[in-house]
């Protein structure tokens, strides 16, 4: 699956203005990962095995390295204008790199609202979590597992499906305040492995 992610990821991003994604520990070009692990919502690629431990220990403190600058350095899981999970083959609209994170979209005019404004749909990063479904009342085991996400206030709830995104989105209100027992900080999580 690692080289099936890489060579999806390949695909979308294929273009002359595309930047080569690199590793948040070394800021090497990773072309076919070591290691991915997911953070806040995005997937990281290692080089090699002796990056994992040290981003897992701390990885919004590697995300600041001033050698990242400029850098493509993650995959956000999600399309930031529907706020669904989105495969990379299932990514027709293509991609668009902003402040070191490359956003995949499923259609081309998600890719254009997202291009015309990018500050709209990539506000502050919440400071916390829920990666649990306020509104089917279950837990999410990981990023890539959540079919969605929506950020109320500083904290980002993830969800199970779509339409409970839908629901989300409609009342956040009601729905928000279920996650008061869930809320966490931002965990660094193994991506899943090939089945």
Known sequence: MILSLALGFAIVTSGQDAKPVVCPMTAEEVSVPFASIDFAG???????????DGFKKDPAAALKSDKLKGKTVGIFLFDPVSNKRIEPKNAAGGSSDYK????????????????????????QKPTKEVLYCVVAGEAIKNYASAGGYVDIGTTRY????????????????????????HTKDPAAIDAPKAQ
């Open 42 to 52: 995005t997937r990281y690629s290692m080089c090699c095995g002796g990056c994992p």
């Open 100 to 123: 070191g994170t490359r956003y995949l979209f499923a259609t081309a005019d998600e890719k254009a609202k997202f291009e015309a404004n990018p500050k709209d749909f990539v506000k």
């Open 158 to 181: 993830y969800t199970c499906c779509a339409n409970c995104l839908a629901k989300l989105k409609a009342d956040p209100a009601t729905y928000s305040a279920k996650g008061a027992d």
